[in-house]
């Protein structure tokens, strides 16, 4: 079982940042496949970027060049540096960790609003 806990959301103007932080607990953590997705209001949950075990990343088309993820396995904490932010952007952002072969655990979540 993973249990995940988002932080870092809230409001901020266009153009500015926020980072977001996801602290698993599990010893699986480390061999998760783990990243964000995004959801607004009357929509799908869509992916916002992934890093894999390795290190490899993947990122949305609408984000590359503006969001950065990374991990930290001795913290068990994925993050999200998100910069340049847009009024699009405004969601919730959900965290999420898959291991191997596993079925996806998933976060709270953690509001993201961007005013213009």
């Known amino acids: 079982q993973v249990q995940l806990v988002e932080s870092g959301g809230g409001l901020v103007q266009a153009g500015g940042s926020l980072r977001l932080s996801c602290a698993a607990s599990?010893?699986?953590?480390?061999?998760?496949?783990t990243g964000w997705y995004l959801q607004a209001p009357g929509k799908q949950r869509e992916l916002v970027a992934h890093?894999?075990?390795?290190?490899?990343?993947n990122y949305a088309d609408s984000v590359k060049g503006r969001f950065t993820i990374s991990r930290d396995n001795a913290k068990n904490t994925v993050y999200l540096q998100m910069n340049s932010l847009k009024p699009e952007d405004t969601a919730v952002y959900y965290c999420?960790?898959?291991?191997?072969?596993?079925?996806?655990?998933w976060g709270q979540g953690t509001q993201v609003t961007v005013s213009s």
């Open positions: 999420f960790a898959q291991p191997v072969f596993q079925k996806k655990y």
């Open positions: 599990g010893s699986i953590f480390s061999i998760s496949t």
């Open positions: 890093i894999t075990s390795s290190g490899s990343t």
